[in-house]
């Protein structure tokens, strides 16, 4: 079969095995769709198939009730008061919901130890020891229910500027502690590592800088003033700091491919996200509004930055694609056996965003000249 978008021959399918394009008439647009997700627009603010994107559309599903289920929770100790509660659990939802995603698509391949300790414990490690550093640079705040905070000029800079900056740095580097072992060598690996270090960031991060409320609000206690911080620390930073870290090693990931056109974007667009959410949240509270208004800024930087997410991973999934070698395999997105390469032939998402629990792919049928299979 002759590929309508790319020109290439592979095998007969829905799908080119090559570029994932559909093959139909008018499939242009078909090019359009997220490589790690085919149902689902590249430009979407999608967080589950972005955030975990080697679950089939059953364990998207299940960890949508399980995200659900701990933002009810979340919600339930709120409206009881039990605020103190609700900040444990919500320095730990996602995280603890990633650990999880880790366990089910057996990403870290037969070393689980390594990679929890590198990613997940590296980042809460990383997170103690620059939180406490870059609060005694910036200056820390956690009354949060206190408007109209007064801070002058120098310090918001900091605060806005310089730590984000910072932290982009430092976040990364536990999960490219992993980067040179051979079985991790897609720029999805370096995505979802990049992503559990920047949620094993944000729960420290949330701990050291509610630690004092934690110990010494009581148990139960008017929530009136906490709907924001909870949203903010329960589901928007962990979100930020995962996708800005995810987005940072993804681009730099690939040996061989030198920091190329996508290091400094990416690095860019995490910097710009952190001093967007930073700042616009220190105006709201230097102004005095609505703290919902705060949220909804947070929730509309955090999303930018995921959709980047997407459209960083589709981009390297359709590069990466092209020099796969067509093997025989079980599709673990569709369960169909095909001889497919870089894109299942039945349902047209990337083969290296599916789960690890898949069978074992066979050795790779040789090619002719050219890269074009016959």
């Known amino acids: 079969m002759t590929c309508m978008n790319c020109g290439r021959e592979g095998p007969d399918g829905r799908f080119c095995t090559w570029c994932g394009a559909r093959q139909a008439s008018g499939s242009t647009a078909a090019r359009r769709r997220f490589a790690a997700a085919p149902n689902e627009a590249v430009v979407s603010a999608s967080l589950l198939t972005t955030f975990f994107p080697h679950l089939n559309e059953r364990g998207v599903n299940e960890f949508r009730w399980a995200l659900g289920a701990g933002v009810l929770v979340l919600g339930a100790l709120y409206v009881a008061g039990l605020i103190t509660a609700a900040l444990v659990v919500s320095a730990l939802l996602v995280p603890v ?6 366990y089910e698509a057996r990403v870290y391949r037969d070393a689980p130890v390594p990679v929890m300790l590198a990613t997940i414990g590296g980042g809460f490690l990383i997170g ?7 609060d005694g640079l910036a200056g820390n705040r956690t009354d ?22 910072i932290k982009e740095i430092v976040k990364p580097i536990p999960a490219l502690v992993l980067r040179g072992r051979p079985e991790f060598g897609q720029s999805i690996d370096g995505l979802v590592f990049g992503i559990a270090a920047g949620l094993g960031y944000a729960a420290a991060e949330t701990i050291i800088h509610f630690s004092a409320v934690i110990t010494s609000l009581p148990v139960q206690s008017d929530p009136t003033s906490w709907i924001a911080p909870l949203a903010t620390v329960g589901i928007l930073l962990p979100l930020l700091h ?19 056109q996508l290091a400094i974007p990416a690095l860019l667009t995490a910097v710009v996200g952190q001093v967007a959410f930073a700042f616009g949240a220190r105006l709201v509270e230097i102004a005095g509004l609505n703290p ?5 800024w947070e929730a509309i930087v955090v999303v930018a930055v995921l959709i980047a997410v997407r459209l960083l991973l589709d981009r390297l999934l359709r590069d990466e ?5 067509l093997v025989e395999l079980t599709c673990a997105n569709c369960g169909s056996e095909a001889t497919a ?20 792919r066979s050795t790779p049928r040789p090619q002719r000249a050219g890269g074009d299979a016959r």
């Open 128 to 134: 103690i020891i620059s939180t406490l550093v870059l």
């Open 292 to 296: 919902i208004v705060q949220v909804i």
């Open 97 to 102: 919901l990633y650990v999880l995603y880790l």
């Open 144 to 165: 949060v229910g206190r408007a109209g905070a007064d801070i002058n000029y120098g310090t918001l800079l900091i605060a806005t500027a310089v730590v984000p900056l």
């Open 242 to 260: 995962g996708s800005s870290t995810g987005l940072i090693t993804a681009a730099i990931w690939r040996r061989g491919r030198g920091l190329s």
């Open 321 to 325: 694609a092209t020099a796969m070698g």
């Open 341 to 360: 390469a870089g894109f299942c032939t039945s349902c047209g998402v990337a083969v290296a965003a599916t789960s690890r629990t898949a069978p074992s």
